[in-house]
């Protein structure tokens, strides 16, 4: 377990037999984890290919339900969990930033597909996008010489393939626009790391460099909320993450979440839950997961 802030923390953890920063398999292979119902952030970036269940994904502070078939993206920093899913069926790819040396460019078509990560798959979408997944299987599994150049250049066609479904074709997600890019910015210093720095919509706008005005503006536009309300949630789903997954204090938690006053924490917990701190942490309990992604096994190559 890593536990580098208020959220989990997962590093990739798989056999260094090929020194291959890379796993590929199904939510079963991969292990539960793969389909973990609690709030974590990872240190390597996911591609998820759901082809069957129900219930929802959800990232940073969107809620996805599952209509498969979808391609999600995860990047490094953004908290996301499963929620109520059943019967959850697909191909999960996990892969470090290493992995993308050959193709220095993947890294920013990633981090703009990480702002849409939800893409929906029609037929032809699917037609290009599931033999790609079931030749990367095949090569990881049978591990013959050079396979990772082969499973890069796979990885390289499945991003570019991904981000033209997303705008135009050859113009990547270069057309996302201006008002949802600032929105998804927003989100991101809302769920990522060194989000216990982030204290109000002024600081946010200030990091993002756009004015308060602006940022009100555009935010409530895409999401129907105002930065307040989602700075408000932000905070409160950390203290919650917080109570229940860890053995820090009341006052402890009020610090982590930026209230330096214990009891005006206790009073502005109470507004947006209903219960106190101590109440909330009674009914939840101590919970205590370990979080490391398990190694997965991997074939050796052949003499």
Sequence with gaps: MDDDGPVPLHRLDVPAVHL???????????????????????????????????????????????RPPHLSFVVPGQVHYWEDVSDLQGVVILFTDDF??????????????????????????TADIAPLIAEMEREYALGKPRFA???????????????????????????????DAVTQEFVRLLAGPGAG??????????????SVGYLNEVVKQVTG????????????????????LTDLTVRQVAGEVGFTDPAYFC?????????????????????????????IDHPRPPA
Aim: net charge positive; glycine share 10%; aromatic share 6%.
């Design 20 to 66: 291959l920063p890379f796993a590929i398999g199904t939510f079963d292979t991969i292990g539960p984890l793969s389909r973990a119902a609690f709030p974590h952030r990872h240190t390597f970036y996911e591609i998820v290919h759901v082809t069957g269940g129900t219930g929802a994904h959800v990232l940073d502070l969107s809620r996805w339900e599952l």
């Design 149 to 179: 150049d082969v499973l890069r250049a796979c990885l390289h066609v499945l991003i570019l393939r991904a981000a033209r479904m997303t705008g135009p074709a050859g113009d990547g997600l270069a057309g996302v626009r201006r008002a």
């Design 100 to 125: 993308l040396l050959d193709h220095p460019g993947d890294r920013e078509l990633l981090r703009k597909l990480g702002e849409q990560p939800w893409l929906s798959l029609s037929r032809t979408d």
């Design 225 to 244: 909320r105002t930065p307040g309300q989602l700075v408000r949630q932000a905070r409160t789903h950390e203290a919650k993450r917080l109570l229940a």
């Design 197 to 210: 720095g982030v204290r109000s919509v002024r600081s946010c706008a200030t990091r993002i460099g756009v």
């Design 267 to 295: 009073r502005y917990f109470r507004r947006e839950t209903g219960l106190s701190p101590s109440e909330f942490r009674r009914g939840s309990g101590a919970l205590h997961h370990d979080y490391r992604i398990p190694s």
